[in-house]
């Protein structure tokens, strides 16, 4: 059984920067960190992809509203996944949810979710 706890998230004024973490337990696809990423969601929008590994490589990648931003990283000794936000922006304001692959190479589950809300 895989769970997912996010912290981090709160108010920042735009162009501050938070970190958001994602501690993790239980079983993944591939049973490495590689399977953390992060989305994120606003009231009226569908879900959409942030950040995470590639499932074999654990190579990095990234929407393309946040490149250059936005740093995936993770502690594979701790399970921890962390996204660094540097230069926010209020549109960045949303629902950021970890997120795992349990069955294949999709991301099939998330977290409850910690809010990241950006003053102009």
């Known amino acids: 059984q895989v769970q997912l706890v996010e912290s981090g998230g709160g108010l920042v004024q735009a162009g501050g920067s938070l970190r958001l973490s994602c501690a993790a337990s239980?079983?993944?696809?591939?049973?490495?960190?590689?399977?953390m990423g992060w989305f994120r969601q606003t009231p009226g929008k569908e879900r959409e992809f942030v950040a995470g590994?590639?499932?074999?490589?654990?190579?990095?990648y990234y929407t393309d509203s946040v490149k250059g931003r936005f740093i995936i990283s993770r502690d594979n000794a701790k399970n921890l996944v962390y996204l660094q936000m540097n230069s926010l922006n209020p549109e960045d304001t949303a629902v950021y949810y970890c997120?795992?692959?349990?069955?294949?190479?999709?991301?099939?589950?998330w977290g409850q979710g910690t809010q990241v809300t950006v003053s102009s």
């Open positions: 997120a795992t692959r349990t069955r294949g190479i999709l991301y099939d589950y």
């Open positions: 239980g079983r993944t696809f591939s049973g490495s960190g590689n399977d």
């Open positions: 590994f590639t499932w074999s490589g654990g190579t990095p």
